[in-house]
């Protein structure tokens, strides 16, 4: 197949929070690689995305924040939508599921298949939160996963297994909202026969598929079909989403994986609309290739139940290829928007200002493109330094700075190629048509290596050959080492495009390949195409412009603060999902007078022999110095704490500890570090003796 047009569609974002890397590593580059690379080939594209501001989380959130849904998806699209233009994820279209040509067409699919009698009405049994008074969505309900064993599963899919679920399958399942058991009660929905469509799906992947599609996203799907498809609800009893468009059915909307597919439908409308272009042609034409980029959480919906609703519908087009990547772990932890364990992208453009090319760059090279990966700060300063800075913008500055300082900016005439120079330009050559193949067959990680091998060609060219030095001794030679550097960076330019869009724009200004004066145009406009064919794709006489800084390096202290920034968040995460100790039974206050609580003050301090936790301690009470033994040795040093004042329950019966009698307590607590810490008076001045009532 010729594809005449590509619909390359990327997982609509949800708008619960702000995207991070995990989204960026397993989507998005991607796909706009994808993109950029069939631009760059002439390819008539649509790179199709939105908002996904439906579904319960969003509900969730609202409550969480206090505001309406509306305000969590207008808040989030926006940091969303920037944060994707900031790093040059180039969309043809980004719209967003609350708009109104989405509402249309969701409402028009939904119809349709209900006309044509495709769903299947049922009252069943979900799970009911009595003390909230309504029906639980999925996401409303956590619970023990029945496949893994996960006990904080949600009721649509497991996070650590990533199974898909129904709530009603989780085993000891329980209300999100008051924290209750919940009920089962009786509720009418709409259900998609997933089970009329095996033998469909059976042709369509395991027959048609098995050759082209990624292993780990045909293995998912055989596993799906394998156990046998069941009908699935796409309605859900909730007051936020699009309103099921049919009779009966008030106080229901469309089931957010139901709509959000058919988001990038509605998206590609908006778009053709705007372009004047036919939306049709790129959604049920033949001779059209669509392509979704997804998430290995994506699967079952892009691959199952999205594809049996377009065969249900029977005029569009199916996917050509799925490939989904697996998950981005970030310092060896998995990635989590709840536990702040992320790197967000709207924090990493504060922090690296002009550095999204380096972010890019990381995660293509770690992609997870057939298992998870791991994302390292040490790897990331590593990658920027040691081949982008190194390698890349080492060979781009030496080849400019030289021209503009031995031939003022203008290509330089070359002499005869020897056999090296041949060799150089015939591997230059022969890089766009490697690149190009790992691209199509979505290998971005194979690709990017390659783009770099076209740097590190032109980096060895040069020290081998030294113009620095031949300039001297040769200066003929040495125009003719310039003029085939010149070339390779003009392969550069070009090929890098799709991977670092920010690094290119730079590297094409200061070669001058795309000048706004006549004068200084190229004779024809390089393409991916023109690299493959010719060699003097700067020709002679041609002026570049000065050296600008493609990459710079990055220190360690930049690194230390997004370690130690984790560092706090794992803090923060470890203390919040420590325990309450429960409360005692109940005492009286007559109990609670019985206790005689003193402040004192620590004069002397030792470690008691032989043991590891023990300090004894000289403590005057104001009523005598006593001899007091704690178990505080593993936190304090003895000679930090004398001088200290302290809270000690004075009235304890003395007991001996290793043969030291102990004659009363020390009042501790811990952080949330979990050291410990001295309950004492906040208040300088408080003598020695002072009653604590």
Not at 489 to 511: C, D, I, Q, R, Y
Request: proline share 5%; hydrophobic share 35%.
């Amino acid at each position: 197949m010729s594809p005449k047009r590509y619909t390359i569609t990327a997982a609509l974002p949800y708008t619960n929070g702000p995207i991070h890397i995990g989204h960026l590593a397993g989507v998005y580059v991607p796909a706009d690689i994808y993109a950029r690379y069939l631009r760059g080939m002439g390819k008539d594209v649509a790179y199709i995305c939105g908002s996904d501001e439906h579904g319960v989380a969003i509900s969730i959130k609202a409550k969480k924040e206090g505001i309406t849904p509306q305000e969590v998806v207008d808040k989030y699209h926006k940091i969303i939508k920037d944060s994707f233009e900031d790093f040059g994820i180039s969309f043809d279209n980004y719209s967003r599921t609350s708009a109104q040509v989405h509402h249309d067409t969701a409402s028009e699919f939904f119809k349709t298949l209900y006309e044509k009698g495709d769903f299947i009405e049922e009252v069943t049994e979900q799970l009911f939160d009595a003390e909230a008074n309504q029906y639980l969505a999925d996401r409303f309900v956590t619970g023990t996963c029945p496949k893994c064993g996960h006990e904080e599963a949600y009721g649509d899919q497991c996070e650590n297994c990533g199974s898909s679920l129904n709530a009603t399958d989780l085993i000891n399942p329980k209300s999100t909202i008051s924290g209750s058991k919940p009920i089962l009660k009786e509720t009418r929905h709409w259900f998609l026969p997933l089970d009329r469509y095996e033998d469909f799906l059976k042709k369509w992947i395991l027959d048609g598929h098995k050759s082209d599609w990624k292993p780990n996203v045909y293995g998912q799907c055989k596993s799906w079909i394998d156990e046998g498809l069941r009908p699935r609800a796409v309605t859900r009893d909730l007051d936020w989403g699009i309103p099921v468009p049919v009779d009966g059915a008030e106080g229901k909307v469309l089931y957010v994986w139901f709509d959000a597919p058919i988001g990038y439908i509605s998206s590609t409308k908006e778009w053709a609309s705007r372009e004047g272009k036919n939306w049709e042609d790129y959604w049920k034409a033949d001779d059209t290739k669509l392509v979704h980029f997804i998430g290995k959480d994506n699967i079952v919906f892009h691959c199952i139940i999205f594809p049996s609703m377009l065969e249900a519908e029977g005029s569009y087009i199916l996917p050509d290829n799925v490939p989904a990547n697996e998950f981005l772990n970030l310092e060896g932890n998995k990635l989590s928007t709840s536990k702040n364990w992320a790197v967000w992208l709207h924090e990493y453009l504060e922090e690296f200002p002009g550095q999204q090319d380096v972010l890019r760059y990381t995660l293509t090279a770690n992609a997870p493109e057939t298992k998870d990966n791991d994302f390292t700060w040490a790897d990331f300063q590593a990658r920027n330094n040691n081949e982008l800075v190194a390698i890349f913008g080492n060979f781009i500055n030496r080849v400019v700075v030289l021209t503009n300082k031995y031939y003022e900016g203008a290509i330089p005439q070359p002499s005869e190629f020897n056999a090296e120079d041949e060799r150089v330009l015939a591997e230059m050559k022969a890089y766009p048509a490697v690149i190009a193949s790992s691209i199509e067959r979505y290998r971005f990680r194979e690709a990017q290596n390659e783009l770099m091998n076209v740097a590190r060609l032109g980096n060895k060219y040069l020290a081998d050959a030294e113009p620095w030095k031949s300039v001297k001794t040769d200066p003929e030679r040495t125009k003719t080492v310039m003029y085939i550097a010149l070339q390779i960076a003009g392969t550069l330019a070009v090929l890098s495009e799709p991977f670092l869009p920010h690094t290119a724009k730079t590297l094409k200004h200061m070669l001058n390949i795309e000048s706004e004066d006549p004068l200084m145009q190229l004779p024809e406009p390089l393409s991916w195409e023109l690299l493959g064919e010719k060699i003097d794709l700067l020709p002679v006489g041609h002026s570049i412009n000065k050296a600008a800084l493609l990459f710079r390096k990055i220190e360690d202290e930049q690194i230390q603060k997004q370690l130690d920034k984790l560092e706090a968040t794992k803090m923060s995460n470890q203390a919040e999902n420590t325990p309450v100790t429960p409360q005692k039974d109940t005492i009286e206050f007559d109990d609670f007078t019985k206790l005689d609580l003193r402040v004192g003050t620590i004069l002397e301090a030792e470690k008691m022999a032989k043991t590891k936790k023990l300090l004894i301690l000289k403590v005057d009470t104001g009523l005598d110095v006593r001899t007091i033994v704690s178990g505080i040795a593993e936190s304090f040093k003895p000679e930090d704490i004398i001088g200290k004042q302290v809270t000690v329950v004075a009235n304890l019966a003395p007991r001996k500890l290793r043969g030291v009698e102990s004659q009363g307590m020390i009042l501790m607590t811990e952080d949330k570090q979990g050291k410990l810490v001295f309950m004492n008076p906040d208040t300088a001045g408080v003598k020695n003796g002072e009653a604590v009532s």
